[in-house]
């Protein structure tokens, strides 16, 4: 089977199916096939360098050349390449790296669990929700709200945790335990005269008005990315976070945090729950974990919901959860000197100062007619295309226009991803000003070749 990169819209959104690759003939055709990484570059089979503006899937941190993160896992890989962590058992790695990871969590989060992605985390974080309501006599407590455009993993339960229809389409199954709130985007769903703190009200009282029309004693959890990133860097509209806590906590709805790509640096903090103010009861993180040099991920849990899965372990036998690669020991080891790296290089706060001067680089865009609605926070940022200068206006699906500039782009040697006509960038954490002044060039070079081919 030659390879596919099959392309589908659905509404205002374009995804693309993963490659198949015809491992007999070794090539796949039409791929760009990329033969080692520098830096916040990655090179082609024929020596080109792109500058990845999106550090892969959001993944690749402390970009591609990062010695001391495969030190760690040769060093790992020599000493114990593999050990299971069920009934008890772990290795050093993993057990600094869960110390490190509750010491550097909000402080009433308590507890790990390892996992090797994150769509297990989430999964594994809904699991957990429902033992927790369980062990208090609440088995009904079953219903998750996540959001409209939210992107929570392609397992089958956390692809349907993502509000994302076409996401659905080919699965054969629904689930009712998922509800769907609005999505907090200011900039494209509020109405006309309608301040933030207005739009973050009307979305709290519609999401109290979906609660008590379902009944809080049927729902478990919230579940929400501090941004929403697949979902075209949403940030959160001013108040919104403090309202919905309010209501999850006057109803006993625990709140799930996604940090899988928001997580370890991106928004300036270590966590996005920081940049935003947010307090969860759970939280999971993958991705930025190990920049992506080694499969990992964890569910981070209070004492209290731990507590839980302790009694009913000790009522019931023992919490039955697991996966084979969970808290594998060369995955701990690459983590753990990720986020030393991110604590010695004060990588965070150099995200936050870096992230004001792309910000304000990004701006340089405004003078093309058809790029609007720029934003960001840290170093995640957006921004829509449009027919005109009108911000709600739309380009007709078929013509595919985020795809389309995506395309141009990786002409001009830059990776960027397209969501529907929603451009994102989260480019490695390690960029500096001047690699962050090409990026500008490129992508204006790139909206100069857009705007002709309309």
């Known amino acids: 089977m030659p390879a596919i990169s099959q392309k589908y819209s659905d509404q205002d959104h374009a995804y693309h199916v993963h490659s198949f690759t ?10 760009t096939i990329i033969d080692h990484g520098d830096g916040v570059y990655l090179v082609d089979k024929n020596g080109n360098r792109y500058l990845d503006a999106m550090s892969s899937l959001w993944c690749a941190t402390l970009g591609y050349s990062e010695q001391r993160l495969i030190d760690a896992a040769q060093t790992q890989m020599e000493k114990l390449p593999y050990s299971h962590s069920f009934r008890g058992r772990s290795n050093e790695k993993l057990s600094q790296l869960a110390e490190k990871i509750v010491e550097i969590s909000p402080e009433h989060l308590t507890k790990v669990f390892f996992a090797g992605s994150g769509s297990e985390a989430n999964e594994s974080a809904i699991k957990m929700v429902w033992a927790y309501h369980k062990s208090h006599g ?9 959001r409209l455009n939210a992107y929570h993993g392609s397992t089958i339960f956390s692809s349907h945790l993502s509000g994302m229809s076409s996401m659905h389409e080919y699965t054969n199954i629904e689930f009712q335990e998922i509800l769907y709130a609005s999505c907090p985007n200011y900039l494209t769903d509020s109405r006309e005269g309608e301040s933030e703190t207005e739009f973050a009200s009307r979305l709290a009282t519609e999401l109290e008005i979906m609660i008590e029309a379902e009944g809080a004693d049927t729902i478990a959890a919230f579940i929400a990315e501090p941004v929403m990133g697949v979902g075209g860097v949403i940030l959160p509209p001013i108040t919104y976070f403090h309202k919905i806590q309010n209501i999850l906590k006057k109803n006993n709805i625990l709140l799930i945090v996604d940090e899988v790509i928001c997580g370890f640096g991106r928004t300036g903090d270590m966590f996005g729950s920081t940049t935003f103010d947010i307090k969860p009861d759970v939280i999971t993180v993958a991705k930025g974990i190990s920049s992506a040099y080694f499969p990992i991920s964890a569910t981070i849990i209070s004492e209290e919901i731990y507590d839980c899965l302790s009694e009913i372990s000790e009522k019931n036998g023992i919490f039955s959860h697991g996966f084979t690669y969970s808290g594998h020991p060369v995955a701990a080891a690459v983590a753990l000197e990720t986020i030393k790296i991110l604590e010695e290089r004060n990588i965070p706060r150099q995200v936050g100062t870096i992230g004001e001067f792309f910000k304000s680089e990004l701006q340089k865009l405004h003078k093309f007619q058809n790029i609007v609605n720029i934003r960001g926070v ?23 226009a985020g795809s389309k500039f995506m395309e141009l782009a990786e002409k001009q040697c830059l990776f960027i991803r397209a969501v529907g006509d929603t451009i994102v960038m989260a480019p490695p954490l390690i960029i500096t000003t001047a690699e962050v002044s090409i990026m500008i060039e490129r992508l204006e070079a790139t909206a100069s070749e857009f705007k002709n081919i309309l």
């Open 22 to 31: 015809d491992l007999s003939k070794h090539k796949s055709d039409g791929a």
């Open 138 to 146: 609440k088995s009904q407590k079953r219903k998750v709200i996540s």
């Open 378 to 400: 840290g170093l995640m940022a957006a921004f829509d295309l449009v027919p005109n200068n009108e911000h709600k206006q739309k380009f007709d699906p078929t013509f595919a």
